[in-house]
Structures are given as structure tokens and as C-alpha cells.
Nanobody, 119 residues
Framework: QVQLVESGGGLVQPGGSLRISCEAS????????MAWYRQAPGKQRELVAS???????NYADSVKGRFTISRENAKNTLYLQMNSLKPEDTAVYSC?????????????WGQGTQVTVSS
């Protein structure tokens, strides 16, 4: 079982920056991949960015060049650095972790953190 706790969300003006964090209760060495998803009101949840255990990253086209996903293994923490924020980035951002044990895939979710981009 892995518990994920996000933090760092808030209100930011368009063009501003914000870094959100996701702390895992277990060593992220045991986690195959981690990702950030977001869901805006009235919209489906979408993948924002993901990172594997070896550091390979993937980004949604809408955030490429603006967002950076990273993981700090020593702190069991996943980050999402968001720059040049736009109003359309407003959403609840949730952390996801995938752990594989004995060939079985387990997915875990955090409770989410609200990011609001508005002047």
C-alpha cells in the first residue's frame, strides 16, 4: 500500500509559476512510474506528465515546454514545476503511482490539490 499526499497548490496569476509536490509513504524506488493528472470542472481527467523509475518523462502537448516533472528519490517525492501558467491550467492536480508486485500492477492516487490560474 502506498499513500500519496499532494501539496503546493494555490492561486497564481497568468504567466506565473507554481511547484506542486507529492510525497509517497513508501520508497519510490519500489514504484515503477509516477504521474500527474488533472481534472478541470466539467472535463475528463487527463494525463499531464509522467516519469518512470529510470527517469524517462512524457508530457501532454498542452504543457510541453512549460511544465517539468521530476522525482527526488531520497525524499520519496514527486514534483511538478509549472511555469507560464494559463487560465486553462486551472484544475485539481492528482498524483498517481504505479507499483508492480509479484507481477500484479497496483495503482494509487492522492487526494488532489487545487491549482487556480486567474488574475
Amino acid at each position: 500500500q502506498v499513500q500519496l499526499v499532494e501539496s503546493g497548490g494555490g492561486l497564481v496569476q497568468p504567466g506565473g509559476s507554481l511547484r506542486i509536490s507529492c510525497e509517497a509513504s513508501a520508497s519510490i524506488f519500489s514504484i515503477a512510474s509516477m504521474a500527474w493528472y488533472r481534472q478541470a470542472p466539467g472535463k475528463q481527467r487527463e494525463l499531464v506528465a509522467s516519469i518512470t523509475s529510470v527517469g524517462s518523462t512524457n508530457y501532454a502537448d498542452s504543457v510541453k515546454g512549460r511544465f517539468t516533472i521530476s522525482r527526488e528519490n531520497a525524499k520519496n517525492t514527486l514534483y511538478l514545476q509549472m511555469n507560464s501558467l494559463k487560465p486553462e491550467d486551472t484544475a485539481v492536480y492528482s498524483c498517481n503511482a504505479v507499483q508492480i508486485r509479484a507481477g500484479i500492477r497496483y495503482a494509487y492516487w492522492g487526494q488532489g490539490t487545487q491549482v487556480t490560474v486567474s488574475s
